[in-house]
């Protein structure tokens, strides 16, 4: 209050405190450009500082406002590689990812979400999801048969997954979840191809 913030960081200039509300106020002004490097001068003074104000979530929500997904994802990793409990920055990590396709990340990101939490049903999905895409089979059929246990929004998706994973391996458990998927959408035309075959 009645302190020139300015002034303070000329004589402070590596003082936590004035840098937090001097990132603060560049954000609320919308000056992203002089946010950022406050905030990159931050993260480089104290790397491991993980409280709610620390920089590398300030500096995600500048990249996600504007629009750069590649710097947002790259401060989320280096706040989760730091902080374990982080369990937003996990989720939006997963979000990112799926965006991005890369399910190596879905993956790795999905499983630190469940180490946290694990009855939050996306990281399930999303676990499932990438195994599927990375073909580890038996690591998808187990994400699916968690999400189901969870009632998840879309049971017939889910079966008619688990459906085609088990296909090969397991016919007449493949054959119950695919009705299963027509029972809970029974216009579900890929469920009608695949109880056909």
């Given at each position: 209050d009645g302190v020139d913030i300015d002034e303070w960081l000329k004589k402070n200039p590596n003082n936590f405190v004035a840098l937090t509300v001097a990132?603060?106020?560049?954000?609320?002004?919308?000056?992203?450009?002089?946010?950022?490097?406050?905030?990159n001068k931050l993260v480089e003074l104290y790397p491991d500082y993980t409280g709610?104000?620390?920089?590398?979530?300030?500096?995600?929500?500048?990249?996600r406002e504007l629009n750069d997904p590649k710097k947002e994802r790259a401060v989320l990793e280096r706040h989760a590689s730091i902080s374990a409990d982080a369990l937003s920055v996990?989720?939006?990590?997963?979000?990112?990812d799926q965006a991005a396709n890369d399910w190596k990340a879905v993956f790795r990101n999905s499983r630190r979400v469940l180490a946290v939490n694990p009855l939050l049903p996306q990281p399930h999905r999303a676990l499932a999801r990438a195994a599927e895409e990375l073909g580890k089979s038996d690591e998808a059929i187990g994400a699916y048969r968690k999400l189901l246990a969870m009632d998840p929004e879309d049971p017939a998706e889910v079966h008619y997954r688990l459906a085609q994973l088990l296909q090969k391996q397991d016919p007449d458990t493949a054959k119950k979840h695919v009705l299963l998927a027509l029972e809970a959408a029974p216009r579900f035309r890929a469920a009608h191809r695949l109880l056909l075959q």
């Open positions: 990132a603060t106020k560049l954000i609320n002004d919308e000056e992203w450009k002089r946010a950022e490097q406050v905030l709610a104000d620390n920089a590398n979530l300030m500096l995600a929500s500048i990249y996990g989720l939006r990590l997963l979000e990112l």
